[in-house]
């Protein structure tokens, strides 16, 4: 079997949105699996030396309005939410203690979280809603709202940020197949052709 697609990601991406109703599909032309990896772009930015694209001189209005264009050019449903962006620490300390149980809840919770944020304009980084939303994807919410109480889940999520970092990610989405890096969602057309051809 091809060795799974990681999937990079912070839930606070409009691009991050976007490649996420993309993935599956394109995993499934390729007979591979997708491993989800929710982080925290703050860290990463700061490492970096740059922050949010809408937080950028020139770059703030163009990113606005390439988010709603990629949208459109996906046929997925967008809208910029008003507090945007948001911290997304509890929804991504979910994501991993929902997948240490069942993988395909915590995708489906993370598909749920991006809608709800970014089709719906609800507030992710709101506690309630992320268990909310969690209780829909079929999660024991009581065990979950314990878990997240504790510093486990802190340094887990810390870990993967650091994780991410030594893998290169630096934005959301960011891929990597075979060893291959690909960031951006205009990238996966470029990725698909690289695990269509073994690369170049």
Known sequence: MPSPIEFW????SPYGYVASQLIGDVAARHGRAVNWHPVLLGP???AVGTAPLTMLPIKGAYSRHDFARMARYHKVP???PENFPVGTQVAARAFYLIADGDA???RDFAGRIFRAYYAEGRDVADPAVVMELAAAAGADVAALAGA????????RLKAEVE???KAGVFGSP??????EPFWGVD???LMEEWMRTGGW
């Open 104 to 106: 395909g809840k915590a």
């Open 78 to 80: 967008f809208r910029l």
């Open 187 to 189: 990238r996966i057309p």
């Open 148 to 155: 997240l109480k504790g510093d486990a889940i802190k340094e």
């Open 174 to 179: 960011h891929f990597i197949v075979d060893g």
């Open 9 to 12: 990601f912070d839930f606070s």
């Open 44 to 46: 990463i930015f700061k």
């Open 163 to 165: 994780n991410a970092m």
